[in-house]
């Protein structure tokens, strides 16, 4: 296209009368432009590979990462499960730190499936330039990482209501997200906390029941066995506790339920 617009404004250059000077010098400028904004373009395109290829990098460093730390974790937790029976004491303590960090990877994991995705439209982006862009919707919701991040800062800080919120915005906007499953717990863990059993045991069941799968499923178990003991339904509670152990055998929350279960004694 290059070569033929430059033969183009050559051709009527030569074309026109020697009396028409003006006109062709005002051509030989346009075509000088054409050509200058065609170079443009080009750098501006070659610019934008570059910064592709350094944020596609920089995703794939971060996935890996996270990964690594997601095995440590792991590795972490199972160590914690060996050990525990010989510092029973100190479970509780250790088991909320275990989750204070698997808290964190599962933030991390969200941010860079996030990135991933922004990365892939602003491809699709590029894939299309010229077509009309989208308008965009002033009711969106807020992005699921920031909400999640704050409502898990409120909820920590010990700002229920406000955590309560936005855990409640989550499960509206991303009720299918990768933590929503989290969200819910933390939703009836709140009411745990302000000891209204009956909601709290609800909400762990909603953990249970839709998210089955989830990293709160083994934790839904033994905060719900310990709302039923709160309430003196000892039995339910003991075969909450025993259905996590059943379940869950090798996870930190299956040795607290071991533990609860040698202290309510020999008839649990």
Same mark, same amino acid.
């Given at each position: ?19 028409? /000077? *003006?006109?062709? $010098?005002?051509?030989?400028? &346009?075509? =000088?432009? !054409?050509?200058? %904004?065609? @170079? +443009? ?57 275990? /989750? *204070?960090?698997? $808290?964190?990877?599962?933030? &991390?994991? =969200?941010? !860079?499936?996030? %990135?991933? @995705? +922004? ?75 302000? @000891? ?73």
């Amino acid at each position: 296209m290059r070569r033929h617009s430059i033969s183009f404004f050559l051709v009527l250059a030569l074309a026109i009368p020697a009396g028409a /000077q *003006s006109t062709k $010098d005002r051509l030989i400028r &346009l075509q =000088t432009q !054409v050509e200058t %904004l065609q @170079q +443009q373009m080009t750098a501006m395109q070659r610019s934008f590979d570059e910064r592709m290829g350094v944020m596609r990098s920089l995703v794939e460093q971060s996935t890996d990462n996270v990964n690594k730390m997601a095995g440590t974790l792991g590795r972490l937790e199972k160590t914690l499960t060996t050990q525990s029976a010989e510092s029973g004491d100190k479970v509780d303590q250790v088991s909320q730190q275990v /989750q *204070s960090l698997q $808290d964190a990877v599962d933030e &991390l994991k =969200t941010r !860079v499936a996030r %990135l991933s @995705q +922004q990365l892939e439209e602003l491809e699709a982006a590029r894939a299309n330039i010229g077509a009309a862009a989208p308008v965009p919707d002033a009711a969106a919701a807020p992005p699921a990482d920031v909400l999640y991040k704050n409502a898990l800062a409120d909820y920590t800080a010990g700002r229920y209501e406000l955590a309560m919120q936005q855990f409640n915005d989550y499960l509206k906007f991303y009720r299918t997200g990768e933590l929503a499953g989290n969200a819910q717990f933390y939703l009836a863990d709140i009411y745990f906390r302000q @000891q209204n059993y009956q909601e709290a045991i609800r909400g762990y069941d909603i953990v249970l029941e839709q998210y089955p799968g989830g990293n709160k499923a083994a934790a839904a178990h033994l905060k719900k066995a310990y709302a039923l003991l709160e309430l003196g339904r000892r039995d339910d509670g003991v075969r909450e506790l025993r259905a996590l152990i059943t379940r869950y055998p090798k996870t930190v929350e299956a040795t607290r339920a071991r533990e609860r279960l040698r202290k309510l004694g020999p008839a649990a």
